[in-house]
């Protein structure tokens, strides 16, 4: 008697790798975009520099405007329906500080993180 092997679910991360979440801080701005990698093109984007943003924000470069650049882009990606996506980190960025705020603020905003 053969035993078949068990059903699996179909991976998730194969449908969803394209999506990238990459992030630059500059000196005075925070901005943070997705981009779809097959077609190179910005999925969504989000920056400190946006004229509607920067009256809300005490400073456009510390980690509360990281927190909300992310939250706004977490927000962003589900009216364009897009659920998931990977991270790139440059070399000199490390899950500390800003960076962690975007991340989790995506993340509170209901994106998976691949």
Do not use: C, W
């Amino acid at each position: 008697m053969v035993i078949p092997p068990p059903v699996r679910p179909p991976r998730i991360i194969n449908h969803l790798k394209p999506y990238v979440l990459r992030m630059s801080f500059s000196n005075n701005y925070i901005s943070a975009q997705v981009m779809h990698t097959p077609t190179a093109s910005i999925a969504a984007s989000a920056s400190s520099q946006e004229k509607l943003l920067r009256p809300s924000m005490e400073s456009t470069r510390d980690v509360a405007a990281a927190a909300k650049i992310g939250k706004l882009l977490g927000e962003r990606l589900l009216l364009k329906g897009i659920p998931a996506v990977s991270i790139f980190l440059d070399r000199e960025q490390k899950y500390h500080g800003k960076v962690k705020a975007v991340i989790d603020s995506v993340r509170d905003a209901g994106v998976k993180l691949l």
